[in-house]
């Protein structure tokens, strides 16, 4: 269960008298629970879809990455969230206050999954998550990328260019819509002209001025005021040293 609301408690109560719940891990924060769930085995997550920092969806977007790929249930106080959850293949989507029967109603259709899964003949080759494929200019040829292989990105004028493990790419575009559409596959915001994957981040450095800056593919990037929270939790150091300012 990730999340910090009045409602969380409750829910975890619920959980608990649930008895098809085993084990039972709460993060206050989408950071906290990236930490916990790095190379454990959890079969389902009840997300808050709106957290400060790493909201919700931006977590999703991370952990459709992971080797293995708990279930998700976002939950919230209203439906307004509703499509997008599902677009980022969530399970279910419950609204707050969730009764009881909703919520073991949830947890079933997360079991009736696994058995289905658990069931499919051995060999049977498991289709890919959905990846969209963005059309890029090549020497005059147009050729598909995956949205996977973006690592980075950079804003210029009414174009971003996508950094990718083999090369770089410009195309037509504007950075707040890219944000927008691209949060729940793992690209973050982290200034206004920069998109980059977490899991690509190598590096966090405070400059000599006081400024944040990324480390992707021997590039640094600077990080917005806005932003460094979210930096600062992902490195799991809230609180960092200010850099020594030489004399």
């Known amino acids: 269960m990730v999340g910090a609301s009045p409602g969380t408690a409750e829910l975890v109560r619920l959980l608990r008298a649930n008895s098809n719940v085993g084990s039972l891990v709460v993060a206050p924060n989408a950071a906290t629970a990236l930490r916990v769930l790095h190379g454990a085995q959890v079969d389902l997550a009840f997300i808050e879809l709106r ?11 991370v952990l459709n990455r992971f080797r293995a790929v708990p279930a ?35 947890v079933g259709r997360v079991l009736a999954n696994r058995r289905t899964t658990d069931t499919v003949p051995a060999g049977t080759v498991a289709a890919p998550a959905d990846d969209e494929m963005i059309g890029v200019c090549l020497a005059g040829t147009t050729r598909l990328i995956p949205r996977s292989s973006v690592r980075w990105a950079v804003a210029r004028r009414d174009y971003v260019r996508l950094h990718t493990s083999d090369g770089s790419y410009l195309i037509r575009a504007r950075m707040s819509v890219l944000a927008r559409d691209w ?17 690509s981040v190598e590096d966090i450095q405070t400059t000599r001025s006081g400024h944040l800056t990324v480390l992707i593919d021997g590039h640094r990037l600077p990080v917005s005021r806005r932003a460094v929270p979210m930096i600062w939790q992902i490195a799991g150091d809230p609180a960092p040293v200010e850099p020594e300012v030489p004399r």
């Open 51 to 61: 957290m400060p920092g790493i909201d919700g969806a931006d977590l999703a977007g």
């Open 72 to 106: 998700i249930v976002f939950t919230a106080y209203g439906p307004e969230g509703a499509a997008e959850a599902f677009d980022l293949g969530a399970v279910d989507y419950l609204t707050r206050p969730i009764p009881s029967a909703r919520l073991d109603l949830s």
């Open 183 to 199: 949060s729940g596959s793992g690209l973050i915001r982290i200034h206004r002209s920069y998109l980059v994957r977490l899991d």
